[in-house]
């Protein structure tokens, strides 16, 4: 059966070559070297049934599945699976991308965009690409330094860096064959963490930064040159000045002519695109809009087309076939970027082609991909805004509760969505879809203070607060404006932060079963952020890898966890699987940080071990995986700040503020826990005097703090630190102790990290 597999394989990979001299008959089998490196085209992807052992797009096919037809390793034998080899790339930041693997060669993306290419069956570096970031976009990655996958196409390896260039590398040794930057304003707040899509003949790329300043596009380049085919926006810009495409002025007459137009106004296709062959098109998902709040945005009203939505385009010309909008006149930061997964399902005796996404809102949607009218939509989280989606009309009946411009209001999902960026998966044999699910509501207010746009800056405006102890929540600054929490909450879902796994038949959208992976954290903000992204098989396997660091198998039928092997790291991606030579593998990338995931909470891999990011393969009687050495935690008494106060009333509050918008993104400064992001309260002399160097200078560029000159005045810069200043006297003076990691030295004794 295996040996048949690989000469199938063979001979689906050599179809493309006969013409340039491939000269095997497809019963030889053809070692992975004689043939061209990375070579994927429509046809092998067409024909992918026929190679079970390969992974050859982000979601394995062009359904974007997360679901391989593998079988060696099932229910009956997973409890062997073990460590077969790893890739240590070593990089701080988080991973999330799952890896392709073509011709026994693994192809896949790191922190900004770097590429490795490793042997699938070793782990032997083929090539690495790392390419020098521009370190003024370091400060606009909303959520990590992330990026979240290559495509492979025709020998070319094609990806997307955080400052926005599109390269495409030559598979054989990673040289780059061109580069072109997608970016329009390169002042905004864009960045790239998407994976490219590849339609027909053109390869397309979104971009990021909704939270920031972003107006939303994708990009089309001819595979070959680079050179520029079309590019379509995905909201308007002020229709005084005209509008790129036809498409825009549809658009246009769903916002207020008063809207904020110079914000940007957000929906960014940070993340999935698909793209169906059978039928042309091009899928993409849309996000948030910037500022969050329409009365603010867009005071007349309006759906704001295209926020939230899924897209479809055709490839040749960028032209709108059909849309969707999930959640008119987005208001929660609730994307449709989420993963796509096309399939053909028997629904009322009909044979439909369908779309499926579980985007942020809470709804699990079912669309018919040909036109994009809605089949069905249910809640899969607990959800408030909205009372239910109709399906005549195919639009969402909003509640009242998700209004928070006037009042403060509890509304569910959060922002962090009924589901995010993490895969979900589709087994066609149990007929279900995986969805690796956060429960959570959270509070959202209006900031005391009025609007005011700065470019290249965070512009989100509308406040929201989770209902938990910490900076994020409860204890922070804004939450002592809300009013009390118990009027806020009566009569709404339960408020614990949870996460799961939760098996959804799109049919008749019911839960099949779940699995609560909240574990120790529930309640708290990592319980959402322990389950990473899904694969599963036909062996009736699911599997997820952890915050915790384990890497589990579930049965595909019931939930029930059948094995779990410690990796020693924390992960967030979706795992994949493979065969080379006849084994199957299976392999993720083992890394945490970006959005919560950046916090080393104790429970973690990520706290225990530091966040030591690799490829991790995984065989059948591999034996346990390598662990990084453990790190020694002590609580150590908070340390007197090196400076003396200053600062006028005025001028901290100020600071808080700039900081609360600024800088909470990545320095959260919690007790108790760390991460790989400096604490600002336990600053040296030394940073004391170079602060403003630091930040607007961008001296520590190279560490990951770019520059916030442009965006922070001196004066500003000064008010941050004098309330940095005010927040360490009052955290020593508190008598505080706080948990922070020591490497152990040579000789045996803890040596702390190097204070910010
Ligand atoms: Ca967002």
Redesign the pocket.
């Known amino acids: 059966m295996v040996r048949r597999r690989t000469i199938l394989a063979a001979a689906a990979a050599c179809l493309p070559l006969l013409l340039q001299g491939c000269g095997r008959t497809a019963d030889t089998p053809v070692e992975p070297a004689a043939r061209h490196a990375g070579w994927i085209d429509a046809d092998r992807l067409d024909a992918i049934d026929s190679e079970p052992g390969a992974w050859l797009t982000g979601g394995r096919d062009q359904q974007q599945s997360y679901y391989s037809p593998l079988d060696q390793i099932n229910r009956e034998n997973v409890a062997r699976l073990g460590f077969a080899w790893q890739y240590e790339i070593g990089s701080e930041h988080g991973f999330e991308a799952t890896p392709i693997v073509v011709d026994g060669v693994m192809y896949t993306s790191g922190a900004g965009g770097a590429v490795y290419a490793v042997d699938a069956a070793t782990g032997a570096e083929r090539w690495k690409f790392e390419p020098q970031l521009d370190p003024g976009f370091m400060r606009k990655a909303c959520c990590g330094i992330v990026n979240r996958g290559v495509a492979v196409w025709r020998g070319r390896v094609y990806v997307g860096t955080l400052d926005g260039y599109l390269y495409a590398l030559n598979a054989t040794d990673g040289t780059v064959a061109w580069k072109v930057d997608t970016f329009t304003d390169r002042e905004r707040g864009y960045t790239i963490t998407s994976a490219p899509q590849i339609a027909k003949d053109v390869v397309v790329i979104g971009n990021a930064g909704?939270?920031f300043d972003a107006r939303g596009y994708v990009t089309a380049y001819d595979l070959e040159t680079g050179e520029q085919r079309w590019r379509f926006f995905t909201v308007p810009g002020d229709p005084k000045l005209g509008f790129e495409h036809r498409e825009l002025k549809k658009a246009a007459a769903t916002w207020d002519p008063q809207s904020l137009w110079q914000v940007g106004l957000g929906g960014t296709v940070w993340d999935a695109m698909a793209y169906d062959p059978e039928l042309d098109l091009l899928y993409l998902g849309t996000?948030?809009a910037a500022p969050y709040p329409r009365k603010l945005r867009s005071p007349a009203g309006g759906d704001n087309l295209y926020l939230a939505s899924i897209i479809a385009l055709k490839p040749k010309n960028g032209r709108m076939v059909w849309y969707y909008q999930t959640t008119p006149a987005e208001n929660w930061?609730y994307?449709a970027t989420q993963k796509m997964i096309l399939a053909d399902l028997e629904i009322d005796g009909k044979q439909r082609k369908v779309i499926m996404q579980a985007p942020k809102n809470g709804f699990f949607y079912v669309l018919d991909r040909r036109d994009g009218k809605l089949i069905s939509a249910e809640p899969y989280v607990p959800v408030n805004w909205a009372s239910h989606v109709d399906r005549r009309t195919g639009r969402p009946v909003e509640t009242g509760q998700g209004e928070y411009f006037d009042s403060p209001k509890l509304v569910f999902p959060s922002p962090a969505g009924g589901h995010n960026w993490q895969p979900m998966a589709f087994n066609p044999r149990t007929g279900l879809v995986y969805i690796p699910v956060i429960e959570a509501g959270s509070f959202w207010l209006m900031p005391d203070e009025p609007f005011q746009y700065q470019k290249g800056a965070l512009n989100s405006t509308g406040i929201y607060i989770f209902p938990m102890r910490g900076e994020w929540g409860l204890d922070g600054a804004a939450a002592r404006k809300l009013p009390p929490i118990d009027e806020l909450t009566r009569g709404q879902p339960d408020t614990t932060l949870r996460g799961f796994v939760r098996a959804w038949n799109p049919v008749t959208q019911k839960v099949a079963w779940e699995v609560d992976v909240s574990g120790q954290w529930a309640g708290e903000l990592f319980a959402t952020w322990n389950g990473g992204g899904l694969m599963t098989t036909a062996g009736g396997l699911v599997f997820q890898g952890r915050g915790t660091g384990e890497f589990v198998a579930l049965d595909a039928d019931t939930g029930r966890q059948l094995h779990s092997v410690d990796v020693g790291t924390s992960m967030m991606a979706a795992p994949m699987t493979y065969t080379v030579n006849g084994v199957q593998y299976v392999a993720i990338m083992a890394g945490l940080g970006g959005a919560a995931g950046q916090e080393h909470v104790p429970g973690t891999a990520a706290y225990r071990y530091g966040n030591m990011g690799r490829i991790v393969a995984l065989r059948l009687d591999g034996g346990p995986v390598p662990h990084p050495p453990e790190l020694q935690h002590a609580a150590i008494a908070f340390p007197q700040p090196p400076v003396a106060r200053r600062g006028t009333p005025a001028e901290l509050d100020r600071g808080a503020e700039l900081y609360v918008r600024h800088c909470t993104q990545c320095h959260s400064n919690m007790d108790g826990r760390s991460s790989g992001i400096p604490d600002l309260r336990r600053m040296t002399a030394e940073t004391h005097a170079a602060f403003a160097d630091v930040v607007l200078g961008g001296a520590r560029a190279a560490r990951g703090m770019g520059s916030f000159s442009g965006v922070l005045s001196a004066v500003e810069a000064e008010a941050v630190h004098s309330y940095l200043i005010e927040l360490a006297w009052k955290t020593f003076e508190a008598g505080a102790a706080s948990g922070q990691f020591h490497q152990p030295a040579a000789d045996g004794t803890p040596a702390g990290l190097p204070p910010p």
Request: proline share 0%; aromatic share 0%; charged share 35%.
């Open positions: 909704a939270e996000g948030n930061d994307t």
